[in-house]
């Protein structure tokens, strides 16, 4: 049983460019939440999707949106990047529209110059 | 709003000997905490979780938590160090009764083991 998956491992991006993230939910999970964590931070909430719409949505500026699929798949998309936005992305999976306990992906390392 | 305070972001212990992290959380309602865990390069691996079950948490590679309410505390501790329990360890609270479905993490705390 394949656990969260996402792509790519690592990127790097100039100042200014867009970056789409992406991420495979576990199989029988249907909810699927973004997180940042900088480095030598925890990880902060960006957003959660849930039936293809965005549920809830933390702290994050407008540059970061997000799109989830009939499969359940989700993307993350950052416009205009700084050089504040490099981090380690996670991307976490749960079942049901109810809250469960999230199971992490391997992350996505963006490093922007 | 939740929020998660993890007291000392660098801990040390010897091989075998009691491994102490703490975490103090704040929240309006009461609270789903959880302790996950995190090697270098890694996502975050689920340790264990309470969600107003028993107050005595048992998770995975002999940790375990106990919710204290009084204290507002969810500590999280092993009896023995193992090497391989050199990670970050993080808490985190969500507050599924006031519709909140993130999960609000600490800041993280290192743990060295020593030979």
């Known amino acids: 049983d394949a656990g969260v998956t996402q792509s790519p491992t690592h990127l790097i991006k100039t100042r200014g460019q867009q970056v789409t993230l992406r991420c495979s939910p576990k199989s029988g999970h249907d909810t699927v939440s973004w997180y940042q964590q900088a480095l030598g931070q925890g990880p902060q909430f960006i957003f959660q999707?849930?039936?293809?719409?965005?549920?809830q949505r933390g702290n994050f500026p407008d540059r970061f949106s997000g799109h989830q699929f009939p499969n359940y798949s989700s993307e993350l998309n950052v416009n205009a990047l700084l050089l504040g936005d490099s981090a380690l992305y996670l991307c976490?999976?749960?079942?049901?529209?109810?809250?469960?306990?999230?199971?992490f992906g391997p992350g996505t390392r963006l490093t922007v110059t | 709003a939740q929020s998660v305070t993890q007291l000392g972001s660098h801990v040390s212990v010897s091989e075998g000997a009691l491994v102490l992290l703490r975490c103090n959380y704040s929240s309006s309602v009461p609270p789903y905490l959880f302790w996950y865990v995190q090697y270098p390069n890694q996502g975050l691996q689920l340790l264990l979780k309470y969600t107003s079950a028993a107050t005595l948490v048992k998770g995975i590679n002999g940790f375990e938590a106990e919710f204290k309410k009084s204290e507002t505390s969810f500590h999280l501790t092993k009896p023995s160090a193992h090497m391989s329990d050199a990670a970050e360890y993080f808490c985190?609270?969500?507050?599924?009764?006031?519709?909140?479905?993130?999960?609000?993490f600490g800041k993280g705390t290192k743990l060295s083991v020593i030979p």
């Open positions: 999707y849930y039936e293809e719409e965005e549920r």
């Open positions: 976490a999976s749960s079942p049901g529209q109810g809250f469960r306990e999230q199971y």
């Open positions: 985190a609270v969500s507050d599924p009764g006031a519709g909140s479905y993130q999960l609000t």
